[in-house]
């Protein structure tokens, strides 16, 4: 399969515990992004890379998020001290952007966190 | 600020029936515009895109939407319903080369 992984599929952790996922993006793709998707929403944009280059970064992102494409492949998305308002879908998507268009993005099936 | 709107957060046909589902954004610069479907456990997988090329746009599984600036739409059609078109869609814009900004979804029921 040469698509999107995430992992893990399924987190269920204790309030104030550290979690972290993990995605393996397409290997050609330059872009990686990470979304927020809660019930009944669309995804809302959290950030998204440029090979190891993290461009952007939402307001959603709080201190406890963070997020490192080291080597411009993988990507980790680390919560700290989680809250159960961070219980959501997160998902992350790639693309091979260039300068003048915008690519198509490709998600993985997301990593479901329940905070308890 | 940029966003798309999805008017109807449920929507339920007839299987073979027309399927309309709406989509506005508002922005001062007309947006890319997607369309995307997620099946239940799944991805989200994109339907179709707008890239100012052509105002009607055909994608897979015989899903079209047109881009209609007078009216800042870009409603997703398909003539006919399937029962494997039951899903969740989401519209979708991005401005440049930037991330996506996504609408709340529609869920499609399709009733046998």
């Known amino acids: 399969d040469t698509g999107v992984s995430q992992n893990p599929r399924h987190k269920i952790t204790k309030r104030g515990q550290n979690v972290t996922f993990r995605c393996d993006p397409i290997?050609?793709?330059?872009?990686l992004y990470w979304y927020r998707q809660t019930l009944g929403q669309g995804p809302e944009f959290l950030t998204y890379?440029?090979?190891?280059?993290?461009?952007?970064k939402s307001r959603l992102l709080s201190d406890r998020f963070s997020a490192e494409r080291p080597k411009g492949s993988f990507s980790t998305l680390e919560i700290q001290r989680t809250e159960q308002g961070d219980s959501a879908m997160y998902l992350c998507?790639?693309?091979?952007?260039?300068?003048?268009?915008?690519?198509?993005?490709?998600f993985g099936e997301g990593s479901r966190l329940t905070v308890l | 600020a940029q966003s798309v709107t999805q008017l109807g957060s449920h929507v339920s046909v007839s299987e073979g029936a027309l399927v309309l589902l709406r989509c506005n954004y508002s922005?001062?610069?007309?947006?890319?515009l997607f369309w995307y479907v997620q099946y239940p456990n799944q991805g989200l997988q994109l339907l179709l895109k707008?890239?100012?090329?052509?105002?009607l746009v055909k994608g897979i599984n015989g899903f079209e939407a047109e881009f209609k600036k007078s009216e800042t739409s870009f409603h997703l059609t398909k003539p006919s319903a399937h029962m494997s078109d039951a899903a969740e869609y989401f519209c979708?814009?991005?401005?440049?080369?930037?991330?996506?900004?996504f609408g709340t979804g529609t869920r499609l029921t399709v009733i046998p």
């Open positions: 979708a814009g991005a401005l440049g080369a930037n991330n996506l900004f």
């Open positions: 922005s001062s610069v007309p947006p890319y």
């Open positions: 890379f440029q090979n190891e280059a993290q461009l952007e």
């Open positions: 998507a790639s693309s091979y952007a260039r300068l003048t268009n915008t690519g198509e993005l490709f």
């Open positions: 707008y890239t100012s090329a052509a105002t």
């Open positions: 290997s050609e793709h330059n872009r």
